[in-house]
């Protein structure tokens, strides 16, 4: 009788032991609902309106190709950007304004001559201020800068950046857009930009 009153404690005790640990690795914290891990995105897409024509081309970056989808850019004209993050079909891009406060885009453009301003509508307005970079104007000085080398954007969403700024550096032959601090790269997308 005393060796089933301690088989029976002790099953007990052994499954109260796994349900408890079952709901706790099943118990999700609210800010994993808001990410938007890159292994999730399967696109990251460009739409581009020439103001002088109002045409939008829409140039689709496929997370993990082998090849860059070519931009193209004329100089001396000022286009409407907006970017898009798609997951298959789905628009994952409202995951963003979800999270607004924990997302951030940085413009680079190596080889190229670019003046860039953040239009975002007022969802995508970060709580410090800042514009998270889904939509932008961009004047093309000169789309290609140096002919002997490429010209690119390679842009980079980061995720809970400690710090954000929009402003803008030179870097090598170009130009990058936004810094930051701290936090982790959710999305990054190579351009390359031909005239």
Known sequence: MKN???NTTLILGLLFLAVSLSLTSCNRSDDEADDL????LSDVLLRVTDEATGVPVVYDYQVNSTTNPNVKLIDG?????QVIFKNGNEDA????KDAVDEHFLVYNFPNSDITLTRTDDPEFIRADGNHVGVKTKWVVNKAVKNTSASAQLVLTLYHEPVSVSEASSVSGNGVVYGTHTGGETDAQANYNIIN
């Open 4 to 6: 089933i009153f301690k």
């Open 77 to 81: 004209h000022t286009y409407d950007v």
């Open 93 to 96: 891009t409202e995951e963003i």
């Open 37 to 40: 891990p890159q292994e999730e």
